[in-house]
């Protein structure tokens, strides 16, 4: 179990960002508190990817502030469709190279081949070690990098797109352990553009496009003023199985269980 400390864990106000004179986000509130577990959705280009770069540190705003707990540890799981599968690295050698080490020493200790190991088997691939990344499967490979951030024991985990490409199996599957971890104590703030098989399962969603349009619960933010505001586009929004459904008006309507 994560401790919890009182205060946020980063709180970003008024923060404004973009890429060579282009504006991607725009006076951007919101606060990332302990043990949240939050969905942030929006098209593409809508900036939620540079919305997580400011949360983990690695852009900074041209206006406004993004404050962090002291001490805090963050911890960032890239999209799998930007990784290079053929790099010759095993399970277990990827994980190792996420540890935070200042020793000059480029080979691991007892103790840190016994960490790695730990949290292999705590997501249920420790057999795995040696198997080279590219002969994993969609869900191997999610969890290998999940692994990889948790060796680093944040009290934040940020995911890009975590369920991008892959299956109903393994979403179902992604989705399981990730509110396993989240059980807990770990705060999670993740990126998706899968409003019905990801989003609508979240207890926590903001809706972005550029700005935040909407922070909520998904029957607050799944609602057909704020998806237009957001994507643009008018959808309808059904109830299936006590959850919010999104349709496409401009395609026949289906109802699948996410």
Not at 111 to 136: C, F, Y
Not at 174 to 198: C, F, K
Not at 219 to 235: H, K, N, S, W
Request: net charge neutral; aromatic share 4%; proline share 7%.
């Amino acid at each position: 179990m994560i401790p919890r400390q009182g205060g946020p864990l980063v709180e970003v106000v008024g923060a404004s960002f973009g890429y060579d004179g282009a504006p991607v986000l725009s006076d951007i509130t919101y606060t990332v508190e302990a043990g949240e577990f939050t969905g942030i959705v929006g098209p593409s280009g809508s900036g939620k990817t540079s919305l997580l770069r400011l949360l983990l540190g690695t852009v900074r705003p041209q206006r406004g502030s993004v404050q962090r707990r002291p001490g805090v540890a963050v911890s960032y799981v890239p999209q799998l469709e930007t990784v290079n599968w053929s790099f010759p690295v095993t399970v277990g050698e990827c994980v190792l190279m996420s540890r935070a080490t200042r020793r000059l020493l480029p080979w691991a200790t007892p103790a840190e081949k016994a960490d790695v190991a730990a949290v292999l088997d705590r997501l249920g691939i420790g057999d795995l070690t040696s198997r080279h990344i590219r002969e994993l499967s969609g869900g191997q490979q999610q969890r290998m990098f999940i692994a990889r951030a948790l060796l680093r024991r944040p009290q934040l985990l940020l995911m890009d797109e975590p369920t991008s490409g892959v299956d109903i199996g393994t979403r179902h599957e992604v989705l399981h352990l990730l509110d396993e971890l989240h059980r807990d104590g770990l705060a999670i703030v993740l990126t998706t553009h899968d409003l019905n098989g990801m989003a609508a399962h979240l207890p926590n969603l903001v809706a972005l496009h550029r700005t935040v349009i909407a922070h909520g619960a998904p029957a607050d933010v799944i609602v057909p003023e704020v998806l237009e505001r957001t994507f643009g586009a008018r959808m309808e929004v059904l109830q299936h199985l006590g959850m919010p459904v999104v349709v496409d008006t401009a395609a026949p309507v289906r109802l699948v269980a996410g």
